[in-house]
């Protein structure tokens, strides 16, 4: 029986609209899986990578939640929609952050964490940031400061560190303090009156961070999947990127692909043959 290490991560949510202006709420990070003993056999594996979802483009839409991403029998449920004056904050693998104002509520995370929930005072309406992997997306302070998204979490399947599934962090009118965008690729909230949000990082399941007024949100950073097995008992195709980490070889997927896992033995076997 082998084993692999598989890390799989979700788009991120959208920020959300309004319909007055005022600071929306961040967006939802997409969901972390991560299984270091994941079972595996020489065969061929579908791999789905969740896009971002879409941050609202106007003073009256709403975003999109993230899609989710899936390898084999583990899926990654996408990032939650920032909330807006009267819309909540959307639940998904991170909650959205709630809008500025008291008609809108946090969205929940069932893989992350929820969603910052307060409301935001006059002149600025600061919204709250969306949940993060490793911590609840930041709340509002009264008319100061946006909250912040939640951080990610940090894994080193490839050898080197890397922070995924940060939410995106709240927006609030100038002269107030942004919310920053959770560590793992959260997308910043604006600070500035009609001012636009920053999209969460690709491949990392980040949060779009929050616009206000007339301004547009960022979108949901796309997900990623990773997949690591010992080099000895496999060979593979398929994957946007490889490496090695010691006695593993690793395997990136930035978009939909198959991973075709390919018993080193028979691998060596056929090779040897080919030569004679």
Known sequence: MATAKVLVVAGGGGAGGDT??????????????YDSGFIVSAQAYSVTVGGGGAGATSLAA????????????????????????????QNGGSGGGAGYASGSTAGTGSQGN?????TGTAPTYPGNGGGGASA?????????????GGAGTSNSITGSAVTYAGGGGGGCRTGATAGAGGAGGGGAGTGTTNGSGTNGTANTGGGGGASEGSGTSGSGGSG?????????EFTHTGGDSTG??????WVQFNSDGTLTLIDAASSTFVASMQII
């Open 224 to 232: 990623v999947v990773i997949v690591a097995y010992t080099t000895s």
């Open 136 to 148: 609840v997306g930041g709340t509002a302070s009264t008319n100061s400061a946006a909250g912040a």
């Open 62 to 89: 709403n975003a999109a939640n993230g899609s989710n991403s899936v390898f084999s029998t583990i899926t990654a449920t996408g990032g939650g929609y920032g909330g807006s004056e009267t819309t909540n904050g």
């Open 20 to 33: 007055n202006g005022g600071g929306r709420g961040g967006g939802g990070a997409g969901g972390y899986q």
């Open 244 to 249: 090695t980490n010691g006695s593993e070889t």
């Open 114 to 118: 929820d969603g910052g929930d307060a």
